[in-house]
């Protein structure tokens, strides 16, 4: 028996996300996804080696203020200050030391630094919007940055989007990548989301939506939110692009 038969009888898979706690697609409310998803549905194939171990990434040295995006430009951004805070997990539950978290988001008014972005409210020059940092050895991760406005999309008639911060994540392996998005605890605009309402169960709706962290908060200065992200299992985090 060779090496890599023998591996894989050692694999042990992923859990499969239930259906129930991931978007639904193609989801009619949400316009775009009718022309992108699948028609058919999906095949699933057996996990093999480098799905579940690698690959190792190479990480590119992180800069001092790439996980600061107020400290990015030689001014402060307008908008509230934030600090963002939680630990990236696996479906065990375990921590997931060295995850790159890379996150983009709209400026305080609800405007992405992107050329496609061109609706009439202020650009910030002192906001780019993006930023990321790898979890320390407990899956912990940190990010200073202000809040993001909400934004009207062309989706369908007077829509706007919760305000929300995108997460992409790279655990350790492909089938540990994770892109999904941060709300804040409250947002009005959820009822009428098609993205945050593509999700049927709603308790995993509610994992996207960060919690309002008094400890993490600084006086005078900024408050906390809580976002921890759980890669797969069934306590997995819904992927939403
Ligand atoms: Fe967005």
Redesign the pocket.
Known sequence: MGQLTRSRLTITPYHRPEASEQPLVPYEPYKSTIKRSPSKPLIFLPHTLSEVTGPIYGHTEIGETDNDLTKQYKEEPLGQRIIVTGRVLDSNGRPVPRALIEIW??NSAGR?AHQVDQHPAPLDPNFAGAGRTLTDENGAYHFVTIRPGA?PWLNHYNAW?PA?I?FSIFGRAFLSRLVT?MYFPGDPLFAYDPIYQSIPNEKARERMVSKFDSETTQPQWALGYKFDIVLRGPEATPFET
Do not use: P
Request: hydrophobic share 10%; proline share 0%.
């Open positions: 988001q709209a992405y934004y989007r929300h995108h998005q």
